[in-house]
Structures are given as structure tokens and as C-alpha cells.
């Protein structure tokens, strides 16, 4: 890629980070002090627009398979790289439920604080059943929540166990649960990956030389909260595992560049 073109990307993506930072700081505390859902909608059509206009300036490109179960709050899905939560907020509004480590990353730590994400200490299990209360609570309200279950991320050649404990909120609420499968393709399968020790702004550069992102999303049949938390996580799990499985690129799809 050319280096001229990169230096742009990275301008472009530098003046939406400021952009983020402005709004998170300013805008959308003052319409949460507003309250009432047109500052709700506006403030969801912010996130949504900035997330997409991320997608834009990276060439990142939602290849759809499926479609989102409206009647689904709760959606779960494997997680591979920080670009999985640029590319689910790019398709409507949502809180994403992260591990407390988040909060820590530049930038995009301080980007999830200021949108409202909901922070879960790994290990601790009385602060899980805290979060999950929230969660519930946002649940009932209509939000939609975005969890990653893993706990972490991968490679993407693999899913780990699903912890169990947060889709407590999906019985408490008594919220459908949709499992969302994430594959990168093409450069971005090697590059994607954010994982161990990888530090964000390297990172970031890295993903800056790519021409082209292709991310395959599918959507699997939403599920009912069931009778327990465990089993719960371990459908949700290989309903994501059978759709990596079962994954062609070849077959039809929607693409999607927000």
C-alpha cells in the first residue's frame, strides 16, 4: 500500500479519535443530562455514524451473513481484535459488556467509558453478579447488549469456553440471546488479531496498511434464556463454533461497508 495513502488513513483516524474524545467529554454528557429518548437517539446515531465512519476510513467491509433477530437483546460472539466492536456498533446501537482491562487501553479505553460500556473484573464473582444485575437491567429497558464470553480474544482458529456467569442477565431479564460467529479473511486474518501482549497503537498501525478488511458476521437463530446460565453459554458457544465450521466465502452474501 502506498505510503502516501497510509499517512491519510491515519490522519483520517486520528481527527475521529479527537472527534470521539470531544464528543464523549462534552456532547454526550449533556444529553444525558437532557435525558428523554430523542437525547437517547441522538446520542445512539453519534456512536453508531462515528463506528461507521471508522469502517469507512479502513476499508473495513461486514460481510453479513444472516440477519440480526430484533427480538434478541442480548448478542454474544467469539472475539478476535478491537475491530470486532468498531464493526458491531457500525450495525445499530448497542452497549458492549468488556473486561475491566479495557478501560485501561488508550484511547479506545477512554472511547468505551465515555459510551457507556458496562466493565467486568475477570475472577471476581461477586462484581460479575453486579454487572449482571446491570446488565439486566439495561436489558429491560430495551437495550441491546454486546458480550463477549470468551472472557478475551483469539487468534480466531479457535473458541474458547463460554464463562456462564453474565448470561445470568438474559434469565433475569427474560432476553432472547443471539450468537454472532466473527472471521476475519484475507491479509486480515493474520493482522486482525489483537491478542497476549499486544499493545493498541502498534496495533493500530499495523491494521493502517492493510487496503482492504473483510469480516465475515453471521448471525445464527436466537435463543430462548433457557434454564440455566451454563447451558445457555455452551449453545450460544457451538452455535458459533458450527458456523465457523460450516463457513464458505463463496456462498452468497450481503456486504456491508458502513
Not at 446520542?43 to 427480538?71: E, K, Q, T
Not at 437483546?73 to 475491566?100: M, Y
Not at 464463562?163 to 472471521?183: D, E, I, P, Y
Request: proline letters at 4%; aromatic letters at 6%; glycine letters at 8%.
Amino acid at each position: 500500500m502506498g505510503r502516501c495513502r497510509s499517512w491519510l488513513k491515519a490522519l483520517a483516524i486520528a481527527a475521529m479519535f479527537a472527534a470521539g474524545i470531544a464528543a464523549v467529554s462534552t456532547l454526550m454528557p449533556a444529553l444525558r443530562l437532557l435525558a428523554g429518548r430523542r437525547a437517547a437517539a441522538f446520542n445512539d446515531a453519534i456512536v453508531v455514524s462515528w463506528n461507521r465512519a471508522v469502517c469507512r476510513i479502513l476499508n473495513l467491509h461486514l460481510h453479513i451473513h444472516g440477519r440480526p433477530d430484533g427480538n434478541a437483546r442480548l448478542v454474544v460472539a467469539n472475539h478476535v481484535s478491537w475491530l470486532d466492536i468498531i464493526a458491531l456498533g457500525a450495525q445499530g446501537p448497542c452497549l458492549f459488556v468488556a473486561k475491566r482491562e479495557v478501560a485501561d487501553w488508550p484511547i479506545m479505553g477512554y472511547l468505551a467509558k465515555g459510551i457507556g460500556t458496562l466493565f467486568v473484573q475477570r475472577g471476581d464473582a461477586a462484581q460479575s453478579a453486579a454487572v449482571a444485575e446491570q446488565m439486566a437491567w439495561q436489558l429491560r429497558q430495551g437495550k441491546r447488549l454486546v458480550l463477549f464470553p470468551e472472557g478475551t480474544t483469539t487468534t480466531g482458529d479457535r473458541v474458547l469456553r463460554f464463562h456462564g456467569k453474565l448470561f445470568q442477565a438474559a434469565q433475569l431479564a427474560g432476553a432472547r440471546v443471539q450468537a454472532v460467529a466473527l472471521r476475519y479473511h484475507g491479509e486480515a486474518r493474520e493482522c486482525a488479531p489483537f491478542v497476549g501482549e499486544d499493545e493498541f497503537l502498534p496495533h493500530l498501525l499495523g491494521i493502517l496498511q492493510l487496503d482492504r478488511i473483510d469480516l465475515h458476521v453471521h448471525y445464527c437463530a436466537s435463543v430462548a434464556p433457557g434454564p440455566g446460565r451454563n447451558e445457555l453459554a455452551q449453545t450460544t458457544r457451538r452455535q458459533i463454533v458450527a458456523a465457523l465450521e460450516t463457513h464458505s466465502p463463496s456462498c452468497g452474501l450481503a456486504v456491508m461497508n458502513p
